[in-house]
């Protein structure tokens, strides 16, 4: 059985409690300690974690009153309003694979599904936890936010908002918690000695995770206290310091070979490449991000993961990432083709800001280039050549072109958006010393015709 006939498997079991069940509502969770904030997977925006419930249930750092109220709307067969990326995903069709349906199949037993029907809004502690323990990082990237980039902050606090609708935050009255004092944090080594017990995944994100303290308290308390049952995963831009990505390497080899973890991986984040690959992700550095990534597969023997972000500037460039992926899975895979991918790849499509999404350029224009993509993919596609893609990572990217061309705006929010893309990257050149019509030629027409919105 192939993973795509798994996951529909796995939805006619879960289906039985309900059709709109999310096994990630109960044994999923991220938890930002730098705000005090969670939600059970990257789609609904993160809420915050009450001090006073906190104080008198130390698992609502994931197990919160919202939390709750949401699992017991899934169980009556209801859509949580912030669960819209999966619902907008099956609303094309029953063949459409959500992640949902996929988190469902991953994460899926028969215990842990018979513990949820015979007590579904028990207190959970999460099968998978991915953590932020603060904001520090060197990277900001365009719709990344203060919360999770010091640099971003920085940026904000010197020059203030941008002048937008969408995503022009500012920092006078976010709160961002020292990793150092932080009571989330206090809490989090505190619940760690029981959860620990029963987790199978934990996942660390950022910020940077290497550039926070709490990250290589962990690795070390993994030294000297094993868990042969956790997969640990690690989120970063791997734009820091090359002595660090060593270190990593170093220690990560070493709980896996001596069976202190059972497996790690790590995941990175790249929307397109070259130029506007640097555009989007402010701080980032080629050469020094390929010397990292050389580095950390030469180092160890272990795959690595790219997030990409699908956004509006990734629609015409996108090609040029996924021709280096071919390049990197020839170099990096070796010959023998029983083995894992060690590099692979996922394409979630970004939501918002608005300015961001591709939703706002004239489809009649620019799908051809999402299609140009498709077939690049689809021309590549062998299941039995780790080399090539992969069915799944055609089927993903399909849903991605295919939402693109399904979803209509009204003319009143694409105003909205056309305006805000055009003041966003002319503010966004002036502070960071980019040039958008030198970066995207593509674009340069739309980006023009956006001026005449504002």
């Known amino acids: 059985m192939n ?35 969670t939600h059970s997977c990257y789609h609904p925006a993160p ?16 197990n919160t009153n919202q939390k709750r109220d949401e699992r017991f709307s899934m169980l009556q067969g209801e859509k949580p309003s912030g669960c819209n990326y999966c619902w907008n995903i099956e609303a094309l069709g029953d063949d459409y694979i959500s992640d949902r349906k996929e988190r469902n199949a991953s994460i899926y037993t028969p215990e842990r599904f018979a513990a949820i029907k015979a007590a579904p809004l028990a207190n959970v502690n ?31 606090k010197t020059h203030g908002r941008y002048k937008v609708k969408n995503h022009g935050f500012s920092v006078d009255n976010l709160e961002i918690y020292e990793e150092e004092t932080n009571p989330y944090v206090e809490a989090w080594w505190a619940w760690w000695p029981e959860v620990r017990k029963t987790l199978t995944i934990l996942r660390i994100t950022g910020g940077e995770p290497l550039l926070q303290q709490s990250t290589w308290r962990l690795l070390d308390d993994l030294e000297k206290n094993p868990l042969p049952n956790l997969e640990l995963n690690i989120n970063s831009n791997f734009g820091v310091k090359p002595i660090l990505i060593e270190r990593l390497a170093e220690k990560v080899n070493n709980l896996v070979t001596q069976g202190k973890i059972k497996d790690f991986k790590i995941f990175t984040s790249m929307d397109t490449w070259g130029k506007p690959a640097e555009y989007i992700r402010t701080g980032l550095n080629l050469d020094v991000w390929e010397k990292n990534f050389d580095t950390y597969l030469t180092k160890t023997s272990l795959p690595i993961t790219f997030m990409v972000t699908f956004n ?17 899975r020839i170099q990096y895979n070796g010959t023998d083709q029983n083995k894992w991918q060690r590099v692979r790849f996922d394409t979630p499509y970004l939501k918002e800001p608005l300015q961001y999404d591709m939703n706002i350029l004239p489809k009649e224009e620019f799908m051809i280039y999402m299609q140009s993509h498709l077939q690049f993919i689809k021309n590549n596609v062998d299941d039995q050549d780790r080399t090539k893609f992969s069915e799944l990572e055609y089927e993903k990217f399909r849903r991605v072109v295919d939402y693109m061309g399904t979803t209509t705006y009204s003319d009143e929010k694409l105003v909205e958006g056309r305006k805000d893309f055009y003041t966003w990257f002319t503010e966004h050149d002036r502070r960071r010393g980019t040039d958008f019509e030198e970066t995207f030629p593509a674009l340069v027409n739309f980006y023009k015709r956006c001026k005449h919105e504002v």
């Open 3 to 37: 993973q795509k006939q798994k996951i529909f498997e796995i939805k006619k079991i879960t289906d039985t409690v309900s059709p709109t069940f999310c096994l990630a509502k109960w044994h999923h969770t991220t938890i930002y300690l730098q705000t005090g904030e």
């Open 47 to 62: 809420h915050k974690i009450p001090l006073l419930e906190l104080a008198v249930n130390p698992t609502a750092l994931h």
């Open 126 to 156: 999460p099968q998978y936890i991915e953590i932020s323990f603060g904001n520090e990082c060197n990277f900001k990237c365009g719709y990344c936010h203060p919360k999770a980039s010091s640099a971003y902050y920085k940026e904000i």
């Open 312 to 328: 509006i500037l990734t629609v015409t460039n996108f090609q040029n990432l996924l021709e280096k992926l071919l390049e990197w």
